[in-house]
């Protein structure tokens, strides 16, 4: 069963700023802290920031300055905000939990950093 519905993703040139939406179940969204993740091309799914219920953040150390995440309680959806992407950016992203067990992955989204 799919909990999480990741949009937003695209090509983005090199530079580029990226907006990504993640809206999931009013039972999820208000349980647990949500987050957000990315796989690379041949590479592990990665921790990029979380949001708590009360709106406290935390970000890998990679991330710091560059993204920004969100959440909008009337509308269940959690929201990732970047900047100056690289082609290293380039990835799948996805929404889930954190601070807890993981629940199923939705489908994610694809960005492509390109020129």
Sequence with gaps: QVEFAESGGGLVQ???PLTLA???SEVIF?????????QAPGKQRDFLASITSGGTTNYADSMKGRFTISRDNARNTVY???NNLSPEDTAVYYCNTAGGPLRSW????QVTVSS
């Design 14 to 16: 090199p530079g580029g």
């Design 30 to 38: 208000k349980l647990y802290t949500m987050a957000w993740y990315r």
């Design 80 to 82: 990732l905000h970047g």
């Design 106 to 109: 939705g489908p994610g989204t």
């Design 22 to 24: 993640c809206e999931t």
